[in-house]
């Protein structure tokens, strides 16, 4: 179930939170474990089993760490929970991948296992394994409570696309929490935000990149092409911090609050910027899980740019098992490496806006890496945009560009604080006048986004099929 | 307490919205079919141990909620008019073009190099054989220019047509684009329809009456008002209608005919049906709509037969062609399904000649033109 559909704003969300807001207190947990497991079994009927098992193989080696405390055994039973985690995890997600190489290498054909990838599994075990960590180092208490546990890795807000929330960070609100008005009040406007975001941005910039993508390489224009990146760079943030926002909220809505996810990535103004800023949960999970670990920057400088480079093809090839994922990774590790070397000096006297070019430059890149999958399409497409294809410009390129200019605005405006300072600057004003508009706005926005999202879900939907047509 | 009041009438409106429209779908009954989308909606799906556990059942419940959401045609049109207000000129593969004009949308990437090759050499084979006059209508964008949004993509049919020309001869082709373009300003397409009007089928029988030397037998001023109020398949795809359509008709043309045969069953005595004026499919109106195959007989003692082959297109401008001959068939190759030129042959006058026409716009040229010998 994907928060953007009719069943989930019309079914589970009232009957869920209904629900959720009788039951006593001690109640609510169970309630959120049952609704999750139900909200995650609609999409995966058979692998939420899977689910169920990395929980109770978590909870397992938390209560056998909280036992060893410390002794000589914790190490192996950390290193048997990281086996089982990145064991399921490898399966799933990367073993045709790996057959498919060897097969592609050394000439044979090992038959391939065609398993659909569990939905979420890259976000789960990532948070069942901050979880087994955190505990050995000490940094977390055991959960002896099977319930939150349960609750802590199936909780259906953050259960699918993060944000990847660290145990540590919500094990106070799994027994103690509380939702009153203002959380309620915050976490549906958060929620109709990013929903908005999903629907009224991202899906229709996405409608203009798979159109885009449909056009004949070989002819496209600079200009096509350039406005298709862009579309999918704008697509692929408010998709995805919309789902953040709409996770975030309806964690609010109980009284959670998960870490932020993204702070207006596209201001960047250098790529070491950009990923403090982009899928935040993500990369402080590689840094303490791994770059952190393995030494970070307190061994010298080219200790340093290894583990740089180790971090940022992890962090590719978490995003899907391809060859284009981990150079798309690659190409970050270069950038940050380059920035540590000398660039980020170079940046840092320069005016800041060369920085943003720079930095917009470098992900766009990365988009083109992340968005095609074969060789021929990324060069083809690379070639597009520098005209060497079809021009500099054509009429289709005018065109879509034209379609869409309102839309890219709203979405370019939509990707900086521009929106937020505004809101802001109303609320502090001491006019009646920027206070009234700011009480207005407050009020009608969240509604009416979400009334305009409904719109544009059930329009997605909307399949004409013209009987009559000649 | 100020900041907990306002929180609290946050709550309300935004619960307010969902809860609302959550009653109201739970209260409303299913409906089995979309009027405006003329299709059949989805069904509850039957729960069954293996459809849940495959997963088709969740899907299917998925689609049929939304299906059956409650207002579903009325938040298509808020999401439309959300698209224009973001001042998108397309809406559903329709064109918003000027003056209310909306015209459908024909993108060249749909059409390869080898469909047309495919379709030309079929062309050329029918045209060798039958010595056909050829009648390929250009399609509104084309010749809508100044209607259409600016850069809009479009076939380029001029193109296409020259293509056609060299294959099978300038003799065999009846020039309507140059014909029509000249009456661009005038209404000769539908606002809301993708077809041609009896105008701009009047302009291609002009056309037409040249190439064959024949001298027109109706007049503009023969042409009258038959209906009003019409909206045609681009308001169904684009669920807009700046304003409606008048559709015209010859009503002299029936002085010229005496019976039609539809499929060699139902009969008339005129090429026109009264009754699909009070549907939505008003066009039907020319022609009872989509036959495989019509036949025209005049009871005029001085023409010879005609032999049509055609798309939809052809429906207004047929009645036309009955003040010249004796005997018409008009065949639409969509719903024949046996060999045209053994029919054809079986149509043949006793004393030889026939003429023949093909009449398609050049999109279903594109699309719809098959056949087997």
Known sequence: MVFSSVLFLFRFFPAFFILYYLVPGRMKNFILFLGSLFFYAWGEPVYVLLMLFSTLVDYGHGRLLERLQGRRGAGLVLLSSVVVNLGVLGFFKYADFLIGTVNALAGTSLPLFHLPLPIGISFYTFQTMSYTIDVYRGEARVQKNLLDFGVYVAMFPQLIAGPIVKYRDVEECLHNRRSGVLEISQGLKRFCAGLAKKVLLANNLGELWSLIQKQDLGQMSALTAWVGIVAFAFQIYFDFSGYSDMALGLGKMMGFSFPENFNYPYISASITEFWRRWHISLGSWFREYVYIPLGGNRKGLPRQLLNILAVWLLTGIWHGAGWNFLFWGLLFAVALMLEKLFLGKVLSWLPRPVGMVYTALVVLLGWVLFSLETPSQISGFLQAMAGAAGGLADERGLYLGRQYLCLFVVAAVGSTPIPQEIAARLKASRTGLGMALYRLGEKVIPGALLILSIAGIVDASYNPFLYFRF | ?373
């Open chain 2, 1 to 373: 307490m100020n900041e907990k009041r306002s929180a609290f009438f946050s709550v309300f409106i935004i619960a307010a919205v969902i809860l609302s429209f959550t009653a109201a779908d739970l209260v409303q009954e299913d409906r089995l079919y979309s009027e405006a989308e003329n299709r059949v909606l989805a069904s509850r799906p039957k729960l069954t141990v293996e459809s849940l556990f495959s997963g088709d059942f969740t899907k299917e419940y998925e689609t049929y909620v939304t299906d059956q959401f409650v207002g579903r045609d009325k938040w298509i049109l808020v999401k439309t008019y959300t698209d224009l207000a973001l001042q998108k000129k397309e809406v559903g593969g329709v064109y918003l073009g000027a003056q209310g004009y909306l015209i459908e949308q024909h993108l060249p990437e749909n059409y390869t190099a080898q469909q047309v090759e495919e379709k030309l050499q079929l062309l050329e084979k029918f045209v060798e054989k039958w010595d056909a006059r050829v009648m390929l209508v250009p399609t509104a964008d084309n010749i809508l220019e100044e209607k259409m949004p600016a850069h809009a993509p479009r076939v380029d049919e001029k193109a296409l047509l020259s293509q056609v020309e060299n294959r099978i001869g300038a003799h065999s082709c009846i020039d309507v684009y140059s014909v029509l373009m000249e009456h661009a300003d005038q209404e000769i397409y539908y606002h809301t329809d993708h077809h041609w009007t009896s105008l701009g089928a009047y302009y291609g029988y002009l056309a037409w009456a040249e190439a064959q030397g024949f001298q027109p037998a109706f007049s503009p001023e023969d042409m009258e008002t038959v209906a009003e109020g019409f909206r045609g398949t681009l308001y169904a795809k684009a669920k807009l209608s700046p304003r409606t359509d008048t559709i015209h008709y010859f009503p002299r043309t029936m002085e010229h005919i005496r019976k039609v045969t539809y499929d060699l069953k139902k009969t008339s005595d005129t090429c026109y049906e009264w009754s699909h004026l009070d549907t939505r499919n008003k066009y039907a109106f020319f022609l009872d709509d989509n036959h495989a195959l019509v036949e025209i007989d005049t009871g005029s003692q001085e023409g010879g037969t005609l032999f049509v082959v055609k798309d939809s297109y052809a429906n207004c401008l047929v009645p036309l062609l009955a003040a010249h001959y004796e005997k018409i068939y008009v065949m639409d190759l969509r719903y024949f399904n046996g060999r045209l030129f053994t029919f054809m042959e079986s149509c043949l006058p006793e004393e030889g000649e026939m003429d023949v026409l093909l009449l398609y716009n050049c999109i279903h040229f594109l699309e719809e033109f098959k056949y087997v010998q």
